[in-house]
């Protein structure tokens, strides 16, 4: 069960204005989680009210609705009251503008007992904190944010960038977002250190519009999904040196990675470059709050980016030929005077691999793997690799031809990892 928001001192409680002030929060459950954790506690007129109002039509897609999860509730902390109510509850125009809702972490739940011990998260004043919206305070605003809040504003298109943003879920219907996994990558809710971080192109059409999770260890299980599959085949061979993924060696180095998309929100392919444009603040903030060793930007978009706030000094249109040989790399100086190595390189679904990289593909290319494969600790990862993407085909030409990529990029991931 899913909690995003939540309404602080709260007096509306049972369908009734004037009770004590508590803090309530909006659980949202798939129809298995409500049947199981929050039916028990209902009566059976509340049962009936929440099964049809979980099957109301949204109608216009809300920032606040969650499709794969339609059965929500009003959840008081000491469980005295659990009311039923519309999807689209907290959302602004349901309240005429003003809603009482604040958005906090999300928070994934197995029992409503767990809500005794949430945590709310402490009053902004946020009045004039974005009057002067200059790109510059802006982003030195969203920098001052935790990462929690800043993430969860931007889910919701509520940041100053995201007002003319295409994607924002206010602009456009049906939005995907997705968040950086803290299951195999870096605990970001928590301030853990990040080493690297992978800046993708956006999450239109794939793993994360459905589970709003970024890891390409868990979206590689879903097989259509060649981005990850081919990303986390590459980490193993060149970074982890670890080819079987079924050991736990094989995701080594990645408890310090963040991953994130230069267009926040999922978009078409007309929509994303105006959409990627707005999210550069918020890239910036996300950036200078982890203030990470290694940058790992992915494709077109990712690098134009960064270009674009400064942490690259060519863009993409400059620096893709030298990716014949390997990936293209600057240093730069992050907001908090460190240095960070900023790498760029294809991305790496399925159409990039097979149409960009495997045009790059010439007998230099295994020429170089070659050179590079000596100056590792262990060939084998490298070997298993070679022997899965073969050069007879094209996906392993392009395989092949990141792989020089990657093996620039694993040396530094683990060099940052041993300097700490």
Sequence with gaps: MLIRYFWRDCNFRSKKWGAVPMDVFWLEATEDEARREVFPLLSKSAIFESEKLAEQPNGKADMCVNSSRSFCFLVARDLTSIDPLPQ??????????????????????????????????????????????????????????????????????????????????????????????????????????TISMMILSNPAGTTPAHTGRLCFVHNSENLTDKTAQNAFALWRAAVSLEFNEKKDEAKRYLKANYWTNAALHGTDEKKLNAARKCCTTVLKAQIDVLSPKIIIACGIDAANSLFEIGLLSKPWKEIKDIFKTGAYMERATLKDGSEVKVYCTLHTSGLAVNINASSLYSDLTEKLITEKRKFLDTQQAIDSFLCEYSADTTRGKGMRVLLLHWLDIGLQVRLAHEQG
Aim: one cysteine or more; charged letters at 20%; hydrophobic letters at 30%.
């Design 88 to 193: 689209n509850y907290p959302a602004p125009h349901m309240w005429s503008g003003y809603s009482p809702f604040e958005i906090m972490p999300r928070m994934e739940v197995e029992c409503l007992d767990q809500l005794k011990r949430i945590f709310s998260p402490p009053e902004i004043d946020s009045s004039d904190e974005f009057s002067d919206k200059t790109e510059e305070n802006v982003s030195s605003a969203m920098g001052d944010m935790n990462l929690n809040t800043l993430l969860s504003q931007a889910e919701l298109g509520s940041l100053p960038a995201c007002a003319s943003c295409p994607s924002s879920p206010h602009n456009a219907e049906g939005t995907a977002f997705g968040i950086s996994c803290t299951e195999h990558g870096v605990d970001w809710k928590y301030g853990s250190r």
